[in-house]
């Protein structure tokens, strides 16, 4: 019976849990989280020259390509590399459809046949430089921006070059048989005979 007083007595103080209770937990040292690792950017797999140029291609004929991301325009055309993705842009200057090589061509030798094609086409790409100097002039008068110069592969550049200097001469021949056969009277020259010279073209 004094056992029960005791007890109810210590109870009632606080010193023993009473019963049905739990005792407050033991503080615990804080769990320690790791910081999130950032994740790892997956490289994008490096196009090949035919894919590249079917992407192009197919995105020219949906009229699409100006849509694209510029990321996705840029590794389209340095996967064809400056000179093919040029004509591929002379071939859209001029209306005519993209160049695509075989399915079964070898890159070497896919760019093989496109440099055969882009250096025997020459009016070609005097026709796409008159066209973005149409472009030049009409973006100077709206105010906006002007489109990005033209890239000549170094054979297309002399090739240019050297059929300039061909009508030039022919100018002059015609220019010196002209003062021999009328005593100085000027011969007049076709205007398509002469050409302004090579220079930055935009």
Same mark, same amino acid.
């Given at each position: 019976m004094l056992a029960r007083l005791v007890q109810v007595?210590?109870?009632?103080?606080?010193?023993?849990?009473?019963?049905?209770?739990?005792?407050?937990?033991?503080?615990?040292d804080p769990v320690r989280v790791p910081a999130p690792v950032p994740a790892c950017p997956v490289p994008r797999r +490096?196009?090949?020259?035919?894919?590249?140029?079917?992407?192009?291609?197919?995105?020219?004929?949906?009229?699409?390509?100006?849509?694209?991301?510029p990321r996705d325009r840029e590794e389209i055309l340095t996967a064809m590399g400056p000179d093919l993705s040029s004509w591929q842009r002379v071939l859209r200057l001029t209306r005519r459809p993209p160049w695509r090589p075989g399915d079964s061509m070898t890159a070497p030798a896919a760019l093989t046949l496109a440099?055969?094609?882009?250096?025997?086409?020459?009016?070609?790409? +005097?026709?796409?430089?008159?066209?973005?100097?149409?472009?030049?002039?009409?973006?100077?008068?709206?105010?906006?921006?002007?489109?990005?110069?033209?890239?000549?592969?170094?054979?297309v550049a002399n090739a240019?070059?050297?059929?300039?200097?061909a009508a030039m001469e022919r100018v002059r021949?015609?220019?010196?048989?002209?003062?021999?056969?009328?005593?100085?009277?000027?011969?007049?020259?076709?205007?398509?005979?002469?050409?302004?010279?090579?220079?930055p073209r935009r």
């Amino acid at each position: 019976m004094l056992a029960r007083l005791v007890q109810v007595a210590l109870r009632f103080g606080g010193y023993t849990p009473a019963r049905g209770t739990t005792p407050p937990p033991e503080p615990r040292d804080p769990v320690r989280v790791p910081a999130p690792v950032p994740a790892c950017p997956v490289p994008r797999r +490096e196009l090949g020259l035919h894919t590249a140029c079917v992407r192009y291609a197919r995105a020219v004929e949906a009229r699409t390509w100006d849509d694209k991301l510029p990321r996705d325009r840029e590794e389209i055309l340095t996967a064809m590399g400056p000179d093919l993705s040029s004509w591929q842009r002379v071939l859209r200057l001029t209306r005519r459809p993209p160049w695509r090589p075989g399915d079964s061509m070898t890159a070497p030798a896919a760019l093989t046949l496109a440099r055969r094609a882009w250096t025997s086409d020459l009016d070609s790409w +005097e026709a796409a430089l008159k066209a973005i100097d149409s472009q030049v002039d009409i973006a100077a008068r709206l105010g906006w921006d002007p489109p990005a110069p033209l890239h000549l592969p170094v054979d297309v550049a002399n090739a240019l070059a050297a059929r300039r200097r061909a009508a030039m001469e022919r100018v002059r021949r015609r220019a010196r048989r002209g003062t021999v056969e009328t005593q100085g009277a000027p011969v007049p020259v076709p205007e398509d005979e002469v050409s302004p010279p090579l220079g930055p073209r935009r």
